[in-house]
């Protein structure tokens, strides 16, 4: 059974985008997946997302998919939120997606922008539609042009709020004045997708965030918004700028290898990357090192 959700806080307020533990070898390592989580909900996350960028979800098959979330659910399901990525840039893809998530225990769907294709607003009306329709399941929509190459505009985001089963945004366009509009007008309960722009997506209406550096500092994460909650400003702010060195280490490259680099050095449950991604280099690693500590991360005394 899934955690106790409001409307205003369907999946939660700290998620971590969780990785992908995979063995030597390459395979998925689904013990090591279970023990991550464990982690990372013992930190102060009460979500995960699991088969999305950060889990490497282009490289994983669908089996495997499956057979993530069904063991996330079962380590930590009746203690946090347990949401899916189900998004691809084949909408009956995504479906298929969906459906499986849902037959293996997820709580909720993560469906991002259709990538590369470039559809036109229409086109994601109907492929998100078509996925919450799909199942029972609550679906937060992934706004992420960056990499998806097209935004979800704001009329949109509106028409989509619509839907019963849409309840949410992860909102990585980096537009702050946007995000207002959007909070105001759709009523979707919005997370930042965005790390060094939580404080801020907080001020304009958020209600939690999306994380990456979740696998690293979730407990001043949680801080962090427990002090916005407050109306604690000025402890919101210490700890955001305290996390400044934290919030660019973790992005230098991309951002699962570091943070599979940065699990490493923890100690934590992270294992090989599949290419196309690769490990850092013998510098990158001792920058990341410097940036985590000046964050006051702790190292493990194992670290290499």
């Given at each position: 059974?899934?955690?106790?959700?409001?409307?205003?806080?369907?999946?939660?307020?700290?998620?971590?985008?969780?990785?992908?533990p995979f063995t030597a070898d390459?395979?998925?390592?689904?013990?090591?997946?279970?023990?991550?989580?464990?982690?990372?909900?013992?930190?102060?996350?009460?979500?995960?997302?699991?088969?999305?960028?950060?889990?490497?979800?282009?490289?994983?098959?669908?089996?495997?998919?499956?057979?993530?979330?069904?063991?996330?659910?079962?380590?930590?399901?009746?203690?946090?939120?347990?949401?899916?990525?189900?998004?691809?840039?084949?909408?009956?893809?995504?479906?298929?997606?969906?459906?499986?998530?849902?037959?293996?225990?997820?709580?909720?769907?993560?469906?991002?922008?259709?990538?590369?294709?470039?559809?036109?607003?229409?086109?994601?009306?109907?492929?998100?539609?078509?996925?919450?329709?799909?199942?029972?399941?609550?679906?937060?929509?992934?706004?992420?042009?960056?990499?998806?190459?097209?935004?979800?505009?704001?009329?949109?985001?509106?028409?989509?709020?619509?839907?019963?089963?849409?309840?949410?945004?992860?909102?990585?366009?980096?537009?702050?004045?946007?995000?207002?509009?959007?909070?105001?007008?759709?009523?979707?309960?919005?997370?930042?997708?965005?790390?060094?722009?939580?404080?801020?997506?907080?001020?304009?209406?958020?209600?939690?965030?999306?994380?990456?550096?979740?696998?690293?500092?979730?407990?001043?994460?949680?801080?962090?918004?427990?002090?916005?909650?407050?109306?604690?400003?000025?402890?919101?702010?210490?700890?955001?700028?305290?996390?400044?060195?934290?919030?660019?280490?973790?992005?230098?490259?991309?951002?699962?290898?570091?943070?599979?680099?940065?699990?490493?050095?923890?100690?934590?449950?992270?294992?090989?990357?599949?290419?196309?991604?690769?490990?850092?280099?013998a510098d990158e690693t001792e920058?990341?090192?410097?940036?985590?500590?000046?964050?006051?991360?702790?190292?493990?005394?194992?670290?290499?």
């Amino acid at each position: 059974m899934a955690p106790t959700s409001t409307p205003q806080t369907p999946f939660g307020r700290v998620l971590t985008a969780m990785v992908t533990p995979f063995t030597a070898d390459g395979a998925i390592d689904l013990d090591g997946a279970q023990r991550l989580a464990a982690h990372l909900v013992d930190a102060g996350n009460d979500g995960l997302v699991v088969n999305g960028t950060t889990g490497e979800s282009p490289t994983t098959s669908d089996a495997e998919k499956a057979q993530l979330v069904r063991a996330v659910v079962d380590a930590v399901g009746e203690r946090a939120h347990i949401v899916a990525g189900a998004g691809t840039n084949d909408t009956r893809h995504s479906l298929e997606l969906a459906r499986a998530a849902q037959d293996a225990g997820a709580h909720g769907l993560l469906a991002v922008t259709p990538y590369y294709s470039k559809p036109p607003q229409e086109g994601l009306l109907r492929h998100f539609t078509a996925i919450a329709d799909a199942t029972d399941l609550p679906v937060m929509l992934y706004d992420i042009p960056g990499r998806s190459g097209v935004p979800i505009n704001t009329e949109t985001i509106v028409r989509l709020a619509e839907h019963p089963r849409i309840v949410a945004n992860k909102d990585a366009k980096g537009d702050l004045g946007r995000a207002s509009w959007a909070i105001a007008r759709s009523g979707l309960a919005w997370y930042s997708g965005d790390d060094m722009l939580n404080l801020p997506l907080l001020s304009v209406g958020a209600v939690g965030f999306v994380s990456v550096v979740g696998h690293v500092v979730a407990p001043e994460l949680r801080a962090l918004l427990n002090a916005h909650l407050s109306g604690d400003v000025t402890k919101a702010t210490e700890i955001h700028q305290k996390l400044l060195p934290v919030f660019t280490g973790m992005f230098r490259t991309q951002g699962v290898i570091t943070t599979k680099a940065a699990l490493a050095l923890q100690g934590l449950p992270a294992g090989s990357l599949r290419l196309p991604l690769v490990e850092l280099t013998a510098d990158e690693t001792e920058q990341l090192k410097r940036d985590l500590t000046a964050g006051g991360v702790a190292l493990s005394s194992q670290a290499p």
